[in-house]
């Protein structure tokens, strides 16, 4: 179970990565799709991922999953709190940088640009860093099994997955461009010689 504090912490920064992302998919999810590379294992993975979004809350609101805690030490916390911190500002940069270029699931928007700028001049895909850095910061933060666990154990084979289906749709409609891109980007975490030599 956690204490007070600890909880208040969480729910503060959850809400804030709910904050951002609400406001980045609601001003453009209108922007229409021009193609759809929809496939139902995406689909079923994307809702699973919601679901242990969700249990963290469940922790928080309820006792029903303190059967799985566990105890750790309490620095442990800080780490996670910058952590999920920094997922929070990667989300935010994505987003902004991505702009009307985002899409839910995999596809193409009207009038799609290739983004090479920003965040994504050093990385090909910040947001899922951003989600794999949740995923990790709430292990450190949440001392229970299910609770701490449930996203990464869904998230990371789910952003594996679609980040091969993203960059095989990529090159289809981007062609060299995106194939020279990814020269210069890493795929999670930027190249440690390309950013240097810049
Ligand atoms: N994988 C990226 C984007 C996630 S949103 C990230 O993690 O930041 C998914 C959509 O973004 C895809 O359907 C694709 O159309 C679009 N996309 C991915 N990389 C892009 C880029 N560099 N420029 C423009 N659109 C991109």
Redesign the pocket.
């Known amino acids: 179970m956690l204490n007070s504090t600890d909880k208040i912490i969480y729910l503060a920064l959850f809400f804030l990565f709910f904050v951002v992302r609400k406001y980045y998919t609601g001003k453009y999810r209108t922007k229409k799709l021009h193609k759809s590379?929809v496939n139902i294992l995406d689909i079923v993975l994307l809702t699973l991922d919601g679901i242990a979004m969700v249990l963290p809350l469940v922790y928080v609101f309820s006792d029903i999953l303190d059967f799985a805690d566990y105890n750790r030490p309490f620095l442990v916390n800080f780490p996670g709190i910058i952590i999920l911190t920094t997922a929070i500002v990667t989300l935010w940069f994505?987003h902004h940088d991505?702009s009307s270029?985002?899409?839910?699931?995999?596809?193409?928007?009207e009038d799609?640009?290739?983004?090479?700028t920003g965040v994504?001049k050093y990385?090909?895909?910040?947001?899922?860093?951003a989600h794999i850095l949740w995923s990790i910061g709430q292990i450190a933060v949440l001392p229970n099994w299910i609770a701490g666990f449930s996203f990464i154990i869904i998230t990371v084979p789910h952003l594996l997955s679609?980040?091969k289906d993203?960059e095989e749709?990529?090159i289809e409609q981007f062609g060299e461009e995106y194939k020279n891109?990814k020269k210069t980007t890493g795929i999670i975490f930027p190249k440690i010689k390309s950013t240097l030599n810049r």
């Open positions: 590379k994505s991505l270029n985002w899409t839910p699931t995999l596809g193409i928007k799609h640009k290739l983004i090479k994504y990385i090909r895909h910040p947001m899922y860093t679609r980040i993203e749709m990529m891109y």
